[in-house]
């Protein structure tokens, strides 16, 4: 496994905040030279993001996103948070710690989605005092939550038969991906 760096919570770059209007289209842009952009949590483990620059702090709360990285090896990426209709442009990042922020930001992410959410009404009736403190290091119990979540989505859908050319009938093994109650079977041989 590899070594994430010990600081991988928070990265330092430059932000483009585009602001979209109901059309997807951009109504604002905002460039920041310099922010540092932090994972937290609030009181009722909601994750957000933070961003800081010597002027001003503002966070986003990390629900309905995703996330391109498509050129993540250039130290660029960007992250679309499509309920408050917010693209987050990262970009003059160092690659090895924007690959370490993102991926911290996704197992978080993936880990805490098994845990019981409090709701609104809930939050502004609560007596806890509001606070929010940086997200913990990722654990080795979380890597294997992410892990065998992906292990299960990774089954592959129905698919159709593999064809066979009209001489090989008999010499190979028909390979098929057929429904049976409970799981998968893969060849005929497991019916």
Not at 20 to 48: A, G, H, P, W
Request: charged residues 25%.
């Amino acid at each position: 496994m590899e070594r994430q760096s010990p600081d991988s919570s928070s990265l330092v770059c430059c932000v483009t905040l585009e602001c979209l209007n109901s059309q997807n289209s951009m109504c604002r842009r905002t460039n920041f030279k310099t922010v540092t952009l932090r994972l937290i949590r609030n009181e009722f483990r909601d994750i957000y993001i933070e961003l800081q620059n010597n002027n001003m702090s503002c966070k986003y709360h990390l629900k309905g996103i995703s996330v391109h990285k498509k050129f993540v090896s250039e130290g660029k990426a960007s992250i679309h948070f499509s309920e408050q209709n917010i693209v987050l442009l990262i970009f003059n990042a160092p690659p090895v710690h924007l690959m370490a922020f993102l991926r911290t930001m996704l197992i978080k992410l993936s880990a805490a989605r098994g845990e019981s959410k409090v709701g609104p009404r809930a939050q502004l009736l609560s007596s806890k005092p509001k606070n929010l403190e940086e997200i913990s290091p990722v654990s080795i119990k979380e890597i294997n939550q992410v892990k065998k979540k992906v292990e299960f989505s990774s089954i592959t859908p129905p698919g159709t038969k593999k064809r066979l050319s009209q001489g090989q009938e008999g010499h190979r093994l028909v390979c098929l991906i057929i429904p049976v109650i409970g799981h998968w079977a893969k060849t005929v041989n497991e019916l």
